[in-house]
Every structure is written in structure tokens, then in C-alpha cells.
């Protein structure tokens, strides 16, 4: 259990130091307001992830359990997601850069606007939500209750909260761009190589299931 549990937390991990919407969000509001109104952002981000985590979890665990030959499904549909993550991921290592310059936003925000940015930013991008799902879907499928797939929500938001808490404290001195964009590379292929190893398995064991 505890190895599954660390493949699929430094997968996340990966993803979550990897370029995105929400590094995007936490470094442009502390490139030009400081870190305040940037840890307010990440705050925000963090609550988006316990919601589409414990959704996903509490969503496909009653879908398991009312059918349980769905969850054959989860697995090729969520394995088939991490791996087209980690192959998207992989592709990305070979790029130069994080794909573009972040620029400063410099509208003003109190403590609550910038919260709610950040929730916004989480909770209305599709791909937070099928990663969730997808991630759910595996520990289903490595034979997880539902309490222990709701276990792992909280550990995914704190990892959020500490990594995008970094990057807010980092963009808000403004020097952290060139050393991000050196490192970029390496989280990705960190993310890339966890999110295969964990769409490859949940694929093949949905794809054994089929078979028989």
C-alpha cells in the first residue's frame, strides 16, 4: 500500500512543480504584489484540490460500489489518461524553457479576491478534474477502499499548498524565473516517468480484466 501511495503522491508532486495554470496564477500575482496576495492564491488552489480530489474519490467510490464492473472502465479510461499525461510530460522535457514568459499581474487584490482566484483557477480547469479522477481511478484500481482514496485528497492539497507556498514566496522576490525555468525540465520528466509507470500498469490491469 505504502508504495503505491509514494508512486502516486511523487507523480502529483511532479505535476504540481511542473508549468500550469497554477503556477501561472501564484507567480504572475507575486511577481507584481509581493507574497501576501500570493499565498492568498495558493490557499485558494490548495481548497480547489480538496474538492476535486474528495469529489473524485467520493463520486467514483460510490460508482464502484453500486457497479462493480465499472470500475474495469476506470481503469482503461483512467490509464489511458496518465499515460497520455506522462507522454505530454515527456515531450515537454525536450522543450527549451517553460513555454513562454509569466507576466506580472499587477490588479490590485485583497485577501479574499486573491483566495477566490485561486479557487476559481482549479476549479474551472477540466484538466485538474480528469487528473483527479484519473489518479482516483488508479488507487481503485490497485484494489484501495474508498477511505483510503479519500485519504490521499488531503496529502495532494497540502503538497500544493507547500509547493505552490514555495513558488509564492520565491516569485515574490522576484529573482526565481531563471532558476525555474534551469529546473523546469527535470520536474517534468519526473512527471512524466510516474504518470507512465502509473497509466501503463492501470491500463494493462484494465486491459487484463477485459480478457477474462
Known amino acids: 500500500m505504502l508504495a503505491v501511495y509514494a508512486l502516486t503522491w511523487v507523480g502529483v508532486l511532479a505535476a504540481q512543480m511542473s508549468p500550469g495554470p497554477n503556477l501561472v496564477a501564484v507567480a504572475s ?25 474528495l469529489a473524485t474519490a467520493l ?42 514568459t509569466i507576466a506580472p499581474d499587477a490588479r490590485p487584490l485583497n485577501d479574499r479576491p486573491a483566495w477566490r482566484r485561486g479557487v476559481l483557477v482549479l476549479l474551472t480547469n477540466p484538466k485538474a478534474a480528469m487528473m483527479w479522477a484519473a489518479v482516483a481511478s488508479y488507487l481503485f484500481g490497485q484494489g484501495f477502499g474508498a477511505l483510503h482514496v479519500l485519504a490521499f485528497g488531503p496529502m495532494g492539497a497540502l503538497s500544493g499548498l507547500a509547493i505552490y507556498g514555495t513558488y509564492a514566496v520565491l516569485f515574490s522576490t522576484g529573482a526565481a524565473m531563471r532558476g525555474y525555468t534551469r529546473f523546469a525540465g527535470w520536474f517534468e520528466g519526473v512527471f512524466a516517468a510516474a504518470f507512465s509507470v502509473m497509466g501503463a500498469s492501470l491500463l494493462w490491469s484494465g486491459l487484463r480484466d477485459a480478457q477474462r
Open 29 to 53: 500575482v507575486g511577481l507584481a504584489q509581493g507574497r501576501r496576495p500570493a499565498l492568498f492564491v495558493v490557499v485558494g488552489i490548495s481548497s480547489g484540490m480538496l474538492v476535486w480530489s
Open 59 to 100: 463520486g467514483l467510490g460510490a460508482l464502484v460500489e453500486a457497479v462493480p464492473s465499472s470500475l474495469r472502465l476506470l481503469k482503461l479510461i483512467g490509464g489511458g489518461y496518465l499515460l497520455f499525461l506522462g507522454l505530454k510530460a515527456a515531450r515537454a522535457t525536450i522543450r527549451v524553457g517553460v513555454g513562454g
